[in-house]
């Protein structure tokens, strides 16, 4: 009975019929293998569904078997082959023992290729593994029929997540013979509700978003009824979606906006555009405000227009604020002038119109160098990127003349003040313009006058010092005469001696040239002459005024100390101006320590670089008088205070003044019976240009 079995099958004496091969075979696997016997037959049976298979019980009846199993064959797996479920079929060591046409497609593999393999070999992931094998014992124990899930690696590497509904088969003793698995691919759909889930996700937050916006939130039908506001809509308008729903968005106009700009709102967002404008608004109890609105489509997933968003956000406060910023700068005594960062003019106010003569429509989106002298334009635009890089409020070209040009091309003197800005616009620049001319023509009156006091003092401190320039002069005049006369008896005695001779009348010249430099200096001290700065050495003019003040120094019996500074820094000043500033310090220390004791009075004068980062020398002069009290300190550069018995109390004043206009300072420090200490400081040679 063996030799009719081409195939190995199942051999036994409970074993009915024999297995044959190529009975039937699949148009897409070839050859299926065809078991017939009780288990194989129930095997069918629970995969076709079909009633038992009525077979002949006798080998006589072998070949009608044959055919009527191959018709049964056939019909189980022409139902395989259509069902749209994937069904897999496995024996007991979980090898693969039917694979249907589903399962081919949906992982690319043929039967063929998984025919014999086992299952958790060929197609789970690795990390599933142990998970189906639990699934498939608990089968094998009995524990059927159940479900789970479990992910298939297709052939091209695809993963495919299948929902299992699991039976198994069993043989004539009752025991499982094979596990027959009907799954339906969820791949698609576990995608779908993952997208569903973050699509709800977005939507809840969506709707968080909106529901917590700072923003009005305002959402129409496309005939522009309401149908959604936010609770800001409600907090800012005191409406609330009940008392709203169904109305337009117009129900809030207050006559503030112009009916055309509805009219545009609705032409453009109709037509797919977005609006962006500003709403003159009315509250539920009548109160006016201010909103900056977006108004724009919503669309579905075809592009066509379902609902119209608007977002509002209430600008009231920045536009009582943006009046009061016009007020101001309207009103602004100064000429003011806002500029993008790159100098072009966005804003000026009705004095900016007055000092230049352009109207502000001639001005607006112009350069800022419209408004500078030609010759000036290279300088203002290094000022504007020094500005640029160093973002602070200050004054521009300290220390510098600036000036303005008019329409009609007249130039002025100006100051001008910045400010730098930040905006939604980007950084920009305002400036206050103010005209100088009237100050700068008081400023040379002053200085004029100060010119002409400052001559009258030292022309009234010579003559105070008459008696002792008197014997200055007398002096080299006196020697000239003695001289003179000595080289008279020579000749006239005949016994010449040319080398006395010409040594008396070296002398002679030098005297000469004694007096004479004397008589210059006090000339040059007492000449009304025009302001002339130029570099000045500060130690010479101390050599000058010691030399003019020599008599007097002697006379006190003033014992002077020189603590000058080598290599002293140029300063950039008047000459004359700055020699009456040491001769007036000096002088008042010699007065002051006139009750000094003959043997203690001390004349210190010093110079050296300030101290600190200012680019300035400075100089002092101290003295051993009495010193001053700290209430004549703080008057001592007052005009007509003096601390002399019949002093007029000019001198210091003068001396300040004279300092501060060349842009330095003057001070005083005393201690009671100690002497006092006078000091100034004078800008260095082009630091005053900086």
Sequence with gaps: MTAGCETGGIQGDHCRFWTKTALNSSP???????????????????????????????????????????????????????????VIGLDRDGRIVLFNRACENATGYRFGELKGSHFWDRLLLPEEVDAVRSVFAQLLSGQFPNEHMNSWVAKDGR????????????????????????????TERERMEQVLREREAELRKLSFAMEQSPSTIIITDTKGRIEYVNPKFTKQSGYTLEEVRGKNPRMLKSGGTRDADYQHLWRTITAGGEWHGVFHNRKKHGELYWEAAYVGPLRDATGRITHYLSLQEDITEYRRLQERFRRVFESAPNGMVMTDEDGRIMLTNRQMEALFGYDREELIGQPIELLVPERLHESHRAHREKFRSERRPRMMGVNQDLYG??????????????????????????????DVTARKEAENEAKRRLDDLAHVSRVASIGEMAAGLAHEINQPLTAIVSYADACRLMLESGREQKEVLLSSLEEISRQGERAGDIIHRLREFVTRGKLDRHPVNVNELVHDVLDMLGYELRNHDVDVQLELAQSLPLVEADKVQIEQVIFNLVRNAIEAMESSEPGNRRLTIGTGNAQGDEPAIEMFVRDTGEGISSEAGERLFDAFYSTKRNGMGLGLSITRTIVNAHGGRIWASTEKDRGTTLRFSLPRSGAAQR
């Design 28 to 86: 897409t696997t070839g050859p299926r293998n065809l078991i017939y016997n009780p288990v194989c037959a129930g095997a069918y049976k629970e995969i076709a569904g079909s009633q038992e298979i009525d077979l002949p019980r006798t080998y006589a009846d072998h070949d009608l078997a044959l055919e009527a199993l191959q018709t049964e064959h056939a019909l189980l797996w022409d139902i395989l082959d259509v069902v749209a479920a994937l």
């Design 159 to 186: 993963k495919l997540r299948i929902h299992w509904k699991n039976t198994a088969v069993l043989g004539a003793d009752g025991s499982v013979r094979y596990v027959i698995g009907t799954g339906t691919d969820i």
């Design 405 to 434: 040009r008019r329409k009609d091309g007249r130039e002025f003197p100006v100051e001008i003040g910045l400010s730098p800005l930040e905006s939604e616009e980007g950084r920009l620049v305002l400036a206050a313009v103010a």
